[in-house]
C-alpha cells in the first residue's frame, strides 16, 4: 500500500553539493570534527558526543528498513550515521549552515549520501513537512515545545518520535493532574500520544556540556487519532492553562479579551450556519447586571499566545502589566457597555461551566483529560468554538 505524501517543504535542499564547497573550505580550519567552530548554544548546539547513548537511542526508535526518518538538528551526524545503517532514508533538518556543511562533509562520497536529504532551515517555520515514519531528534531546548506540538499536529502521524529534552520538560510530558508541573503540554501530549521514558542522559555526554540534564522520551500517537479537532482543543487548553491555578470561572468569564473572543468566533459560528443574531445594545438594567457580574470577577488580560503555566513563571513585566489593567478596570466606573450578543455569549459560557459540567469552580491544574473533553463537547454543544 502507498504511504500517504505531504509537499516538500520550498526551504528544503535535498542534495549536498550546495554544502560542497563550504564544507571544503571548513575542512581548511585548524583541528577536525566537533572543534572546527565554536558551538553556538544560543540556538541550542551541544553535540552528543557518547556513542553508546546515540546507538540507545536509535536502538529505541525500532526502525524499520523501510523507514524514513525525520532527523531535527543533525549537527554533525553522530546520530545520522547510525540512523542511515537501519532506515531506508534520513531527512536532516539544520538551521546552521556551518552544521549542513559538516554533515555534507561526513556523508560525501559513500553509499549513504544518496540516502540523506538535507534541508537547512528552522524545522519550526516550516509549514509542512515531508513524509516520515519516525522522528529522532536531539531536540535544541529552546524548541522543545514547539516541535512537541508540531509533529503531534503532523497529518499523517509517525509511527514515534524519540526525542532528547531538558529533563524538566521531559518531566512536563508525564506530570498528572494536582502536580506541580502538570501543564497544557501534559494533556495536550497525554491526550494525542502515549509517552514512555527512555533514559536519563548527563550534561557531560554532550560537547559543549549544557547547563541541565537531560531525558530521552518516546512518544507514540495514538493510533487512530482522537476524533476532535486539535485546533479547538489546544485553543479550550490554551485559555485554561494562561492560570492553571484560578478557578476556570474567572478564567474564561473574568478574562475580558478571552469573552471578546469567544463572542467574535460565536458571530462567524452563527454566519455560516444562518443563525440571525440582535445585536443590539443592552437596555440599563441587563447592562447593570452585567457589569455587576464582570464587578465580582478578576478582570485580566489574555492575549492568546502567553502560555503561562504557573503564575511564579510569569515575568515581573507582565505581572506588574496585569495589576495595572485590573486596577484600571475596576476604578472606571464608565466601563463599555455589552450588547445583546456580548451578554448571550457569557450567558452560555456560564451556562456550560456552572450547569453542564458543573466545573466552573475547578482549577485547570486539578482538571483531567475527560474534564477538558466534557467542556469542549459542551461550549460546542453551545456554538462556543476556540478556532
Not at 45 to 54: D, E, F, S, T, Y
Not at 183 to 206: E, I
Not at 360 to 365: E, G, P
Request: glycine share 6%; hydrophobic share 35%.
Amino acid at each position: 500500500m502507498a504511504k500517504p505524501t505531504r509537499k516538500p517543504s520550498n526551504g528544503g535542499v535535498s542534495k549536498s553539493d550546495p554544502y560542497a564547497g563550504a564544507a571544503a573550505r571548513k575542512g581548511k580550519s585548524k583541528g577536525t570534527g566537533n572543534n572546527i567552530f565554536k558551538m553556538n548554544t544560543d540556538i541550542g548546539q551541544h553535540i552528543l558526543k557518547n556513542p553508546g547513548v546515540a546507538q540507545a537511542i536509535v536502538d529505541k526508535a525500532d526502525l524499520k528498513q523501510s523507514d524514513i526518518v525525520l532527523e531535527v538538528g543533525p549537527g554533525t551526524g553522530n546520530l545520522t550515521t547510525r540512523i542511515l545503517e537501519k532506515a531506508k532514508r534520513v531527512i536532516a533538518v539544520e538551521q546552521d549552515p556551518r552544521m549542513a556543511a559538516e554533515l555534507t562533509k561526513r556523508f560525501q562520497g559513500t553509499p549513504a549520501a544518496k540516502r540523506l536529504e538535507l534541508i537547512l532551515g528552522d524545522v519550526i517555520k516550516i509549514p509542512e513537512l515531508p513524509y516520515f515514519d519516525v522522528c529522532i531528534s536531539n531536540t535544541p531546548y529552546q524548541i522543545s515545545s514547539p516541535l512537541t506540538f508540531k509533529l503531534l499536529a503532523t497529518s499523517p502521524s509517525p509511527r514515534s518520535a524519540v526525542l532528547m529534552f531538558q529533563r524538566e520538560f521531559a518531566m512536563r510530558l508525564f506530570a498528572k493532574p494536582g502536580e506541580k508541573l502538570y501543564s497544557r503540554l501534559s494533556v495536550n501530549a497525554q491526550m494525542w500520544a502515549k509517552v514512555d521514558h527512555v533514559m536519563k542522559v548527563g550534561k557531560n555526554n554532550f560537547n559543549p556540556p549544557p547547563q541541565v540534564e537531560s531525558n530521552v522520551v518516546r512518544i507514540t500517537p495514538k493510533n487512530p487519532r482522537p476524533q476532535i479537532s486539535y485546533e479547538e482543543w489546544d485553543g479550550l487548553l490554551r485559555i485554561a492553562f494562561v492560570r492553571k491555578n484560578r478557578v476556570l470561572r474567572s478564567g474564561f468569564l473574568g478574562t475580558s479579551s478571552v469573552m471578546e473572543m469567544l463572542e467574535s468566533n460565536y458571530k462567524t459560528f452563527c454566519a455560516q450556519n444562518d443563525i440571525q443574531l440582535d445585536d443590539g445594545p443592552l437596555d440599563d438594567a441587563a447592562a447593570a447586571d452585567s457589569m455587576d457580574v464582570d464587578a465580582g470577577a478578576e478582570n485580566d488580560e489574555w492575549d492568546g499566545i502567553m502560555d503561562v503555566d504557573d503564575e511564579d513563571d510569569m515575568p515581573d513585566f507582565f505581572k506588574e502589566e496585569t495589576d495595572r489593567k485590573s486596577k484600571k478596570m475596576q476604578e472606571n466606573p464608565n466601563r463599555k457597555k455589552k450588547g445583546k450578543v456580548s451578554e448571550l455569549v457569557r450567558s452560555k459560557v456560564k451556562k456550560v461551566l456552572e450547569v453542564d459540567t458543573e466545573l466552573a469552580d475547578r482549577r485547570a491544574r486539578l482538571c483531567d483529560e475527560g474534564d477538558f473533553l466534557k467542556l469542549l463537547y459542551a461550549f460546542n454543544q453551545e456554538g462556543i468554538h476556540f478556532s
